[in-house]
């Protein structure tokens, strides 16, 4: 779609860039779908078919989350593509904790500068996230905002909304002194509590480029790897047993 406006430009804003930045963005997209989306993207809301055979009273599980100050490594690095995947996943890795298979997702990215092959790398990320947990991207938001945000920087959240069947909703009341614990591997310090991270590591570019043998890579590619997405595994269990309960801990 072509599209201009001198008024916009004047106040920094590039029409013609959101819409090259939604053509872009479409074959990352389409690798999400399923056949219970009834919309493509680009209408007022994302239309999803919700399949609840086999339920006997379906309860709806939403869940939101952004990528925080991690955020801030990806500048520096100006590496893009795996920040979608950490929003998907601190959506996703909350609401299975509730027994919840994940639907559908929507995403948000604000920035100051509307450069469209860098959202079409978010968004990349964002529905490889999507294909990992089995959620469709029925929509999302781009705004670009000159003077609110600086020119190369950006932020992204999301939601997710699962579906549980009601008798099958996890219910951490019956959990008591002598439960087994069982913790599963997560695939580094995934995306909450950069604040301290960045602080314990000093970083910047050159502490972010250093490259540890223990590591096996860069300081920054280590920080950068995507959290870890736990649906498969979690819905694979419940398939067998129903746990007393499941915590995703992130964070402090």
Not at 84 to 87: L, Q, R, T
Not at 205 to 216: M, P, T, V, W, Y
């Given at each position: 779609m072509e599209s201009y406006s001198e008024s916009y430009k004047k106040a920094g804003v590039d029409v013609t860039a959101g819409y090259k930045a939604v053509e872009l963005m479409k074959s990352h997209i389409a690798r999400?779908?399923?056949?219970?989306?009834?919309?493509?993207?680009?209408?007022?809301g994302g239309l999803y078919a919700l399949d609840v055979a086999g339920m006997q009273q379906p309860v709806l599980v939403s869940g939101t989350d952004g990528v925080g100050t991690k955020l801030k490594i990806a500048f520096l690095m100006d590496k893009h593509t795996t920040i979608?995947?950490?929003?998907v996943a601190m959506c996703v890795n909350d609401i299975i904790c509730c027994g919840a298979k994940p639907q559908f997702f929507l995403d948000y990215i604000a920035l100051g500068k509307n450069v469209p092959e860098k959202v079409a790398s978010i968004v990349s990320g964002v529905a490889e996230g999507c294909v990992q947990s089995g959620c469709a991207l029925v929509g999302g938001e781009t705004a670009e905002m000159p003077g609110f945000y600086p020119e190369d920087e950006y932020d992204v959240a999301g939601f997710a909304v699962g579906v549980v069947d009601k008798s099958k909703i996890l219910n951490m009341d019956s959990q008591k002194e002598g439960d087994v614990?069982?913790?599963?591997q997560s695939s580094g310090v995934h995306s909450n509590g950069f604040s301290l991270i960045r602080n314990?590591?000093?970083?910047?570019?050159?502490?972010?480029?250093?490259?540890?043998?223990?590591?096996?890579?860069?300081?920054?590619?280590?920080?950068l790897t995507p959290t870890?997405?736990?649906v498969n595994a979690i819905q694979k269990l419940l398939a067998e047993v129903q746990p007393k309960s499941i915590a995703h801990i992130t964070g402090g």
């Open positions: 999400t779908m399923t056949a219970n989306v009834l919309t493509d993207i680009g209408g007022f979608g995947i950490d929003c614990l069982i913790a599963l314990v590591f000093t970083v910047n570019e050159q502490n972010l480029a250093r490259h540890f043998a223990d590591l096996g890579t860069t300081l920054g590619e280590c920080l870890k997405i736990y």
